[in-house]
């Protein structure tokens, strides 16, 4: 942790983090590239989680895109319903702790899906995520699965509690954030790759975003090509998805906690066009 920002009026630090929405394909990655390094230096930002899911041609995440996404500055990559879609992630996910799958598939399911860090200062920081259930495939309860996450010995006094959830229904979203409120830093959304406008703190001092967008090419239909997806819709017959390359930006939220007491200071998004 660098801690490049301030003190707050408590004696904490303000702890800073960067979540990057789902990178899509070749031109999520170059945005991620351009971008990390530089909001890295210029925003003194402490950790920076990435969500990969659909960073290797839109569908998952290969070991080399990992490797290449955690050397420009992934502290953390988390996934989400795609994440498995490339092969060799299988065997690769349990080597690496820093890539996370969701927390609530069943047990048994290889990879982890948690990362926590302590400093020698006493400083903590950790990140898990679930998947949503609404309009999406059947998995565990993700509010149970949370609940008993964060009561497991290795959670405790870790002040700095990142939850991401990635889900397809708003109030799905709304409803683990205010079940989580208070206690944890943070609860933002990823997977609809439309960045909202809803970036705020609850009553407990949670920070809440209902998705933080899409990091890659946004003349497209939610990352991929206008023209397949169109026909997919009018026809309903299968079509090849590729991704789109054009109009490149990176989607993220930026969050600040007090790493003493673990409460949301600031949430704002942000959304960086890409350039070379
Ligand atoms: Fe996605
Ligand atoms: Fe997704």
Same mark, same amino acid.
């Given at each position: 942790m660098c801690y490049g920002s301030a003190a707050t009026e408590g004696g904490g630090w303000r702890m800073r983090i960067l979540i990057c929405g789902d990178v899509m394909g070749r031109a999520g990655r170059t945005a991620v590239t351009s971008a990390v390094p530089r909001l890295r230096r210029e925003l003194g930002l402490d950790f920076v989680v990435v969500n #990969?899911? &659909?960073?290797a041609g839109g569908f998952g995440i290969t070991p080399e895109i990992a490797v290449e996404l955690f050397a420009v500055g992934a502290d953390v990559i988390t996934g989400g319903n795609h994440i498995w879609e490339q092969k060799a992630i299988l065997d690769y996910l349990p080597q690496n702790s820093r890539l996370l799958r969701a927390l &609530?598939? @069943? !047990? #048994? +399911? !290889? #990879?982890?899906s948690t990362a926590i860090w302590r400093t020698d200062s006493g400083a903590s920081f950790g990140i898990t995520y679930v998947l949503g259930r609404t309009f999406m495939a059947p998995l565990d309860d993700p509010f149970r699965a949370l609940e008993d996450e964060l009561e497991? @010995?290795?959670?405790? #006094?870790? =002040?700095v509690r990142l939850i991401e959830v990635h889900a397809e229904a708003t109030s799905e979203k709304q409803a683990l954030a205010h079940c989580l409120d208070g206690r944890v830093s943070a609860v933002l959304g990823t997977h609809t790759h439309v960045q909202t406008a809803d970036a705020r703190i609850l009553p407990g001092g949670t920070a809440y975003l209902t998705d933080a967008g899409m990091t890659g090419p946004h003349d497209s239909i939610i990352g991929v090509e206008k023209d397949l997806a169109i026909r997919r819709f009018r026809n309903q017959l299968p079509v090849r998805f590729a991704p789109a390359r054009s109009d490149v930006w990176l989607n993220g939220a930026i969050l600040e906690v007090d790493?003493? +007491?673990? =409460?949301?200071?600031a949430i704002q998004t942000i959304q960086e066009p890409f350039r070379e």
């Open positions: #990969g899911e &659909n960073a &609530n598939y @069943p !047990p #048994g +399911t !290889p #990879g982890s497991k @010995p290795e959670w405790q #006094g870790v =002040r790493d003493r +007491t673990g =409460r949301a200071l």
